[in-house]
């Protein structure tokens, strides 16, 4: 019995080792509008938002995309060391996992949710994560993180970006509106943080003692989807939102990135997702 659990663990790291060298597979940084720029992976999306007086950067991929992050932000003409403020969509190793490295090379201020804010600070996965035991923690991020209000408004050199508290898959879940523009033509950009029902076998959104407002958080979150002004989506997960299939459209179509029915459109999906775990859970029963 032991060997086969010993085996069982090799399996599971070398999957999860596959996985990552997925997520972190290399791509081009780009522009998507205006003062607004891709500087991920091609896996996990890192957004960069620029002023002259200093950028914003959302997400940080995993610490090993940390090279290929300050890399593309260089090919890009702009300074690691203009990043001012750090952001998070949700405190998972994929998406947070490399903020503690930016951070250092920057110096720039972190802000985070109160839920997210404690997971960076102690560098581990808290009991109210639906997905705690099965994802690793994140690197710990200097102790003075900001604690965002839901609604508030960040500025970070000539960049302003919004907050909105977007739970379900995680407790502190935040969602980004920004405006950026090219010209006299502004639009409205949103990077929506990720509404999947994603948990370890044991968990159930529906009977949670740890995390028993899942539910209504996720409902809450897709309201904000479906009546934020959204012209351009933007996801962590970058084939969420479409990303590579606009980016490869743009040569023919300019205005690819652009789609005003793509937040309904996420919610209405995240709601089925949602709709189906929960009858299962109900099934369980």
């Known amino acids: 019995m032991r060997t086969r659990s010993l085996l069982g663990i090799a399996i599971a790291v070398s999957l999860l080792a596959q996985q990552r060298e997925i997520w972190n597979a290399p791509q081009e940084p780009f522009r998507i509008y ?109 102790p003075r993180i900001e604690i965002l209000k839901d609604g508030e408004t960040l500025h970070a050199g000539g960049v302003q970006v919004t907050a909105h508290f977007t739970p379900g898959h995680t407790p502190g879940g935040t969602s980004w509106t920004w405006t950026s523009c090219e010209g006299s033509r502004c639009l409205n950009l949103v990077y929506a943080d990720s509404m999947t029902p994603v948990s370890n076998d044991s968990f159930l ?28 989506l933007l996801t962590p997960h970058p084939d969420i939102s479409k990303l590579w299939e606009h980016l490869e459209q743009r040569s023919t179509k300019p205005d690819a990135f652009v789609d005003a029915s793509a937040c309904r459109a996420l919610a209405a999906s995240s709601r089925d997702a949602l709709k189906k775990r929960l009858a299962r859970e109900a099934g369980s029963k």
């Open 205 to 232: 959104f529906t009977r949670s003692k740890e995390y028993s407002t899942g539910v209504a958080d996720f409902n809450r979150s897709f309201a904000f989807l479906e009546k934020t002004p959204c012209d351009i």
């Open 34 to 142: 205006g003062d607004t720029y891709f500087v991920g992976t091609h896996g996990l999306s890192s957004i960069l938002i620029t002023s002259k007086t200093g950028h914003v950067l959302i997400d940080a991929a995993l610490p090993e995309s940390v090279p290929q992050i300050a890399e593309h932000v260089k090919k890009l003409g702009f300074r690691v060391e203009d990043i001012k403020l750090i952001l998070n969509s949700h405190a998972h190793y994929d998406h947070a996992g490399g903020i503690a490295k930016v951070q250092h090379l920057s110096g720039a201020r972190v802000a985070a949710s109160p839920w997210a804010a404690e997971v960076l600070r102690k560098g581990e996965v808290l009991r109210t994560d639906p997905q705690f035991g099965i994802i690793e923690p994140v690197d710990r991020v200097a």
